[in-house]
């Protein structure tokens, strides 16, 4: 895959609440050298501000696949990974 800067790509996908609340169906990013599993994804994208960090941390109605099968957020991620996040407004 394509690297910027000599770093590692992602792309995500939202799927559910998440494409309005977020207002975007898919992303792609450099994945930095020190975010290696889904967790530390979440956390650096729930920097883009406060919906983010809501919809995406502690969200019980998250769920996550990593090219196309579930994972848990310790699933490991690599360069060239499809990450989607299906997601529904929290209460």
Do not use: C, H
């Amino acid at each position: 895959m394509a690297n910027y800067k000599g770093l590692s790509m992602v792309k995500i996908l939202f799927f559910g609440d998440l494409v309005d609340t977020l207002g975007m169906a898919a992303d792609e990013i450099p994945l930095p050298p020190d975010i290696a599993d889904v967790e530390r994804l979440l956390f650096l994208l729930s920097r883009r501000g406060e919906m983010w960090k809501k919809i995406l941390l502690g969200n019980p109605k998250l769920n996550i696949t990593v090219n196309k099968q579930f994972a848990e957020k310790s699933a490991p991620l690599k360069d060239g990974d499809e990450i989607a996040l299906v997601g529904f407004a929290v209460a």
